[in-house]
């Protein structure tokens, strides 16, 4: 008998608006993921002390953990000191690393992962991946999607403005992300998810057309709706391709590269995406999101970042090595540094238009 349906990994809460934060407790109690309130909260040691103050009253039976850095030894410390409480679940408060090391902790005890995030810089919070560095540089590790997200909208708009900038970089480069999928696909053959493609695509498509700015709730939550279901198709699709193709090689690339020049995750994935949609040939959608990118007071251009056009070559020339065995434009042109070169001085001129 064929199979008609499939199950799709997603939260069981997904909570986003303006005073969510208030309502922690009664959201896992009502969903019985903790009517008890036995929860380990991560949070960082800054910021994190003042959520705590703020929370405390209404979690009374919770213990709090600082949580060091984003390290995988930050991560496994974590787990070791929650370990020995008797929880029903594990809360990540604050922002990608603290949830990210929230989330491998919460794996490796055995209990669900209730994300709670502070800011909107990336599309991890509700992803089957912990990013941590580790002696090697930075791993990714699989793990349990939350059970559970909540964002605040009041919180995020308190957040530096760069945290939302970069989350708006990086969900729109899902486009391009599923434009490589699909050119892998039909040059490679490589299986394609069309829900995790269309999911992903449509939360790019979102931001991208959103009429709103970085100041208005509407747009944060278009975002965060948007950074949310990103994650979401990643776990349909059992990988990070409907939001990682040549937009992440080059931002890998800027990071090993230029690892104490370079810009946010986010800023660094918008620019590779506009140019990358340049390179497959659609320069309207090119031009498009860089017109979109900029208005949101994002870098479109390698000088915008403090780079030069000679430098950019460089990490586009590089970025392919990032992924070994993903394919992408970049390794579908191939393209020479001169190649690179012209086609960046060519997509220069056209978002500069």
């Given at each position: 008998m064929?199979v ?8 069981i809460?997904?909570?986003i608006?303006?005073g969510a934060?208030?309502?922690l407790?009664?959201?896992l109690?009502?969903?019985?993921i903790?009517?008890s309130g ?7 040691g800054?910021?994190?002390q003042?959520?705590r ?5 209404s979690?009374?039976?919770?213990s709090?953990f ?6 995988l030894e930050d ?7 929650m370990k ?38 990336h ?6 991946v ?13 793990v ?7 964002i ?9 403005v760069?945290f939302?900038?970069?989350g ?15 050119l ?5 053959g ?11 695509r449509?939360?790019?498509?979102a ?5 709103g700015g970085?100041g208005?709730d509407?747009f944060l939550?278009?975002?965060a ?12 699709a ?11 090689e080059?931002?890998?690339a800027?990071?090993?590269?230029h690892?104490?020049?370079a ?7 918008g620019?590779g995406?506009a140019?990358?949609m340049h ?24 000088e915008?970042m403090?780079?030069?056009?000679d430098?950019?070559v460089?990490?586009?020339?590089f970025?392919?090595?990032?992924r070994?065995?993903r ?5 579908h042109l ?7 070169r ?12």
């Open positions: 064929p008609l349906t499939r199950l799709i990994p997603a939260p809460v997904v909570d608006r303006a934060l208030a309502d407790a009664t959201v109690a009502d969903q019985r903790s009517s036995k929860l380990a909260v991560a949070i960082s800054g910021s994190g003042a959520l103050e703020r929370l405390s009253p979690l009374p039976s919770a709090w600082e949580v060091g850095g984003g390290t991560a496994v410390k974590l787990a070791e000191a020995s409480g008797r929880y029903d679940a594990v809360v990540g408060l604050g922002g990608g690393k603290i949830i990210d090391c929230a989330k491998f902790a919460a794996a490796r005890i055995g209990l669900p992962l209730v994300a709670v995030a502070t800011n909107l810089s599309d991890g919070l509700c992803s089957p912990a990013t941590l560095d580790n002696d090697a540089g930075r791993g990714s590790y699989g349990p999607n939350p059970i559970a997200v909540l605040d909208l009041d919180v995020i708009r308190e957040a530096p760069r939302v900038r970069s708006i970089g990086d969900a729109l480069s899902n486009i391009s992300a599923v434009a490589d999928w699909e892998a696909h039909q040059v490679k490589e299986d394609i998810d069309g829900l995790a493609a269309a999911m992903a449509q939360a790019g498509e931001v991208l057309r959103h009429p970085i208005d509407s939550q278009v975002l709706e948007g950074l949310v279901t990103t994650g979401i198709a990643m776990s349909v059992g990988d990070s391709r409907p939001a990682s193709g040549a937009c992440h080059i931002n890998h800027f990071d090993l590269l690892p104490e020049r810009a946010s995750h986010g800023e660094q994935c620019l995406a140019f990358a390179l497959r040939g659609a320069h309207e959608e090119s031009v498009q999101m860089a017109r979109t990118l900029r208005s949101h007071g994002l870098p479109v251009l390698a915008d403090g780079f030069s056009a430098e950019f460089e990490v586009v020339e970025a392919p090595r990032t070994p065995g394919y992408t434009i970049l390794e191939n393209l020479s540094a001169d190649g690179i012209d086609a960046y001085a060519e997509y220069a001129k056209a978002v500069e238009a």
